[in-house]
């Protein structure tokens, strides 16, 4: 890279704090993938512009990031439809908590990576339903996490847990439909890689 290509990713004066400006970018980068539902395609595609902008920032400001893999790992997966939930939002959580957080690019590349793999867990758990209809489904659209976490409390009670009934609930229940579009979802993610 030379320093036009890194001055177009990443424009400055010489009076500009690289630093700054840097985390600024940075910053707006996060906000468009925490608030967007977890998909490769759209985090590949912020992916690619953020990776020039860091290797803009790498260029003019001398620093290389030295990331280093913590050791972070998904809790493991759970057939139990509640337990998984639960299991799903304090990965969820967790991961955006520490995308949130950090300045590093290559980290973050990596925390997305277990985001969208967080997400494949949970929706594997729908693989095997079947459902009539699916036209009118948005699949980037994400429930409300406190009304699906009722639907899915009642549900336990009423059927036990029993994932293949949720095939049977009314199309109108919040977990008949994020049932639903994640199993899309998951389909979708699966021809993407």
């Given at each position: 890279m030379t320093r036009e290509d890194a001055l177009l990713y990443?424009?400055?004066?010489?009076?500009?704090?690289?630093?700054?400006?840097y985390e600024s970018k940075l910053f707006e980068f996060k906000q468009k993938v925490l608030n967007a539902a977890p998909s490769t395609k759209l985090f590949d595609f912020h992916l690619k512009k953020a990776r020039k902008l860091y290797e803009a920032y790498a260029f003019l400001s001398g620093r290389q990031e030295e990331f280093v893999n913590n050791g972070f790992t998904l809790d493991n997966p759970e057939m139990n439809l509640k337990l998984a939930w639960q299991k799903f939002n304090r990965n969820k959580n967790k991961l955006k908590l520490l995308i949130s957080n950090s300045n590093e690019f290559e980290e973050i590349e990596f925390l997305l990576g277990k985001l969208i793999e967080n997400q494949k867990q949970f929706a594997s758990l729908f693989v095997n339903l079947t459902f009539d209809e699916t036209l009118?489904?948005?699949?980037?659209?994400?429930?409300?996490?406190?009304?699906?976490?009722?639907?899915?409390?009642?549900?336990?009670?009423s059927e036990g847990g029993d994932i293949k009934a949720i095939q049977k609930l009314d199309k109108e229940n919040l977990l008949f439909q994020e049932a639903n579009r994640l199993s899309l979802w998951l389909k979708i993610e699966n021809?993407?890689?």
């Open positions: 990443l424009p400055c004066e010489v009076e500009d704090d690289l630093d700054d400006l009118s489904m948005v699949v980037s659209k994400e429930p409300d996490a406190m009304a699906l976490s009722v639907d899915i409390d009642k549900f336990y009670l021809d993407v890689r």
